[in-house]
C-alpha cells in the first residue's frame, strides 16, 4: 500500500474509534489478568496457610493448586475471549476501513 492510502486510513474516523476501542479492550484484559495474579501472589506472600489449606476435608487438593489451575484456565479463556472479538468485531472494522481508503485513492 502506499503512503497516501496509510494517509487515509490513519485519517477515517472508523480507524480512530477501533484504535480506541481496542486499546481500550486491551488494558482492561490486561489489567484483569495482573490483578489476578498479584493477588494469588499477594495471598501466597501475606496468608500461606490460606493457600495451603485443603479444598475440602481430606481432599490432597489445596486451595492454592484449584485456584491455580482455575487461573490457567481463567487466562486461556481471556486469550479466547480477546481472539474472538479481535476476529470478529475488530477485523470487520478494519476492513471497512481499508477497502474504504481503497476506494478514496481511486
Given amino acids: 500500500m502506499s503512503s497516501a492510502v496509510y ?5 477515517n474516523p472508523k480507524f480512530q474509534e477501533l ?6 479492550y486491551s488494558w482492561f484484559l490486561s489489567t484483569l489478568v495482573v490483578a489476578i ?5 499477594m495471598v501466597v506472600a501475606f496468608d500461606p496457610k490460606l493457600i495451603g489449606s485443603p479444598v475440602a476435608e481430606g481432599s490432597m487438593w489445596t486451595i492454592g493448586v484449584a ?11 481471556l486469550t479466547a475471549l480477546y481472539v474472538h472479538k479481535a476476529n470478529g468485531e475488530f477485523d470487520a472494522i478494519s476492513q471497512e476501513v481499508v477497502r474504504a481508503a481503497w476506494k478514496e485513492g481511486k
Fill in 19 to 24: 484504535v480506541v476501542r481496542r486499546s481500550r
Fill in 37 to 41: 495474579f498479584y493477588g494469588f501472589v
Fill in 7 to 11: 494517509a487515509r486510513i490513519r485519517e
Fill in 67 to 77: 485456584f491455580g489451575l482455575c487461573m490457567f484456565i481463567g487466562f486461556w479463556l
